[in-house]
């Protein structure tokens, strides 16, 4: 089964507002990445956060970790029309033999 | 710098013909992995290689099978397709450790 599973499936705000996604995960993970991805496109990494780390900023990104409920959560904040894409959390296991897998993912969609 | 190739882009192919999805990375990373991204499903892992010569099954690999002959490239071979292969295939590199995954630009298989 799949390892992220990310809510809400989509989500649809107006330029200027925050955004906020949240994924939760069935197994360990030595790591969590958020990707984003354009209609069509390869995903793009946005962000990485470690298993030992419970918050981390990149631009206007913010991304949360919280082991014990297996979950984390991506904000965007002042969002962009730009910024409309599908976003999806990957959880890493495995060691040197790290199997990346994927959720569903959450539409953004940022009107102008 | 090319990152991660897919070849082709586009393919059509009927039921029970074969055929072989290619993937190169110049990047010299040490995994690699395929995925399959169907509406409403997000990426599901097909197979995934962490090292030149070993291969690892993912959550769908059922009807595929998979090379890695070289630490640049791995394909992925459907010998009898079936239209519930009918997907957009896309590939994935990256090294060892926490660190981000690097995607092709996809390929979109029909099969008829």
């Known amino acids: 089964s799949q390892q992220g599973e990310e809510d809400p499936q989509a989500l649809s705000i107006q330029e200027g507002e925050n955004a906020t996604m949240n994924c939760s995960y069935k197994?360990?993970?030595?790591?969590l990445q958020w990707y984003r991805q354009n209609s069509g496109r390869g995903l793009v990494h946005l962000i990485l956060i470690r298993s030992n780390e419970r918050e981390k900023h990149s631009g206007r990104l913010r991304v949360t970790l919280d082991t014990s409920k297996k979950s984390s959560s991506l904000l965007i904040t002042a969002s962009r029309a730009a910024d409309t894409a599908s976003y999806f959390c990957g959880g890493g296991s495995g060691g040197s033999n790290y199997k990346l897998t994927f959720g569903k993912g959450t539409l953004l969609t940022v009107n102008p | 710098n090319a990152g991660v190739t897919q070849t082709p882009k586009f393919q059509v192919l009927k039921t029970g013909q074969s055929m072989t999805l290619q993937c190169a990375q110049d990047m010299n990373h040490n995994s690699m992995y395929w995925y399959r991204q169907d509406p409403g499903m997000g990426l599901r892992l097909i197979y995934y290689?962490?090292?030149?010569?070993?291969?690892d099954k993912g959550e769908v690999p059922n009807g595929y099978n998979v090379s890695r002959l070289n630490k640049r490239e791995f394909s992925l071979r459907l010998e009898s397709a079936a239209p519930s292969q009918t997907s957009v295939y896309f590939c994935?590199?990256?090294?060892?450790?926490?660190?981000?995954?690097?995607f092709g630009q996809g390929t979109r298989l029909t099969v008829v």
């Open positions: 994935a590199s990256r090294v060892d450790g926490p660190t981000e995954a690097f």
């Open positions: 197994t360990s993970i030595n790591n």
């Open positions: 290689s962490a090292s030149e010569g070993t291969t």
